[in-house]
């Protein structure tokens, strides 16, 4: 053999284990936050409502997610125009997804996820009386999220109780998601 054939064969070997790496590394795995409303109706049950959607891969376990989590008051009675009163995290079934309004979504790494999930549970398991439709209601839940995201967030006073006009805002406060308004 000559010495430019071992070089050859050397090149050949040293491209070939770079391909097999490069091949074999795990797929940059994320979390994607998407930010949704659901327009409901105060007469039929399904009132206004802000949530959010986790769907993704863990980078460091490989797990799969896919959850969604809105904050509403546990008993949807005429005490919460009066007050404060009990609140829980609420999920919501595909049925009811497929009727929402997806305005933007973001990506986050491992360790954000995980901190959201943190405050998932905080808003869940707070004691007393928690939600409050001024104070604490959907829309302050779901900022808390955007927050934690690294969003630019804000609660005008004539949003509070109307879910996609306040995400419609966000998306005008961050035109980075290069997200569309949402009317209707």
């Known amino acids: 053999m000559t010495l430019r054939t071992v070089w050859t064969l050397c090149l050949r070997l040293v491209l070939s284990f770079l391909a097999l790496v490069a091949f074999t590394q795990p797929a940059c795995a994320k979390v994607e936050v998407e930010f949704r409303s659901f327009n409901g109706s105060m007469f039929f ?31 949807v009675t005429p005490a919460i125009l009066s007050g404060p009163v009990e609140g829980e995290i609420w999920i919501e079934e ?6 929402t309004n997806r305005h933007f979504a973001v990506t986050v790494d491992d360790a954000t996820y995980h901190e959201m999930r943190a405050e998932v549970d905080f808003w869940d398991k707070h004691p007393g009386k ?7 209601n959907c829309i302050h839940f779901v900022g808390k999220i955007a927050q934690m995201a690294g969003l630019k967030v804000d609660f005008p006073k004539e949003l509070l109780r109307k879910p996609r006009a306040w995400l419609n805002h966000i998306a005008a406060l ?3 998601l290069h997200a569309k308004a949402i009317n209707g």
Do not use: C, M, S
């Open 45 to 75: 049950g399904r009132y206004p409502h802000t949530f959010v959607i986790f769907h993704g891969t863990l980078d460091a376990t490989g797990q799969k997610i896919d959850e969604n989590f809105g904050f509403t008051a546990r008993h």
């Open 94 to 99: 595909p049925k009811w997804i497929a009727k």
């Open 130 to 136: 928690f939600y409050d439709l001024d104070h604490n």
């Open 174 to 176: 961050n035109p980075q």
